[in-house]
């Protein structure tokens, strides 16, 4: 498993199975997961600057406040921070409007374990400021 210790993740899901699924993949990972069950939750606890997150995974149907209304509120704090949305809802539209919210990347569920560590590594592991070629 990739080592991401310190990395603060947020997981936006109301699905019991998906959340545990989640869990599952990122328990040695050294990474803090925050769980947020709505849509509300994350607003409040990101827009109060009580919660500050590296990488956030969205699902686009969470109750109270949906996925993109989330991305929306996320990013007046975070301009940075990828966030993943993971739907099994699908329409050119809702992709558009995650993109347009500020999400980094749409993937369509279910979303298999080498796809998970492949988003980590890319947007949670360290660079090298430099390359050596000795």
């Known amino acids: 498993m990739l080592d991401i210790t310190g990395k603060r993740i947020a997981i936006v899901e109301d699905d019991a199975a998906s959340l545990k699924y989640y869990e599952t993949l990122l328990k040695d990972s050294g990474a803090f997961l925050s769980v947020y069950r709505n849509g509300r939750e994350f607003v409040d606890a990101v827009t109060s600057g009580r919660e500050n997150f590296d990488l956030v995974f969205m699902d686009f149907l969470v109750p109270l ?6 991305t929306r509120a996320f990013r007046q704090v975070n301009k940075s921070a990828p966030v993943i949305l993971i739907t099994a809802y699908y329409s050119e539209q809702t992709r558009n409007e995650a993109y347009i919210a500020g999400c980094t ?6 979303v298999f374990p080498d796809k998970i560590h492949m988003i980590l590594e890319k947007y949670l592991s360290p660079r090298p400021a430099y390359q050596s070629y000795d």
């Not at 406040?65 to 989330?70: A, F, P, T």
């Open 65 to 70: 406040v949906n996925g993109i209304e989330c």
């Open 105 to 110: 990347e749409y993937n369509l569920k279910p």
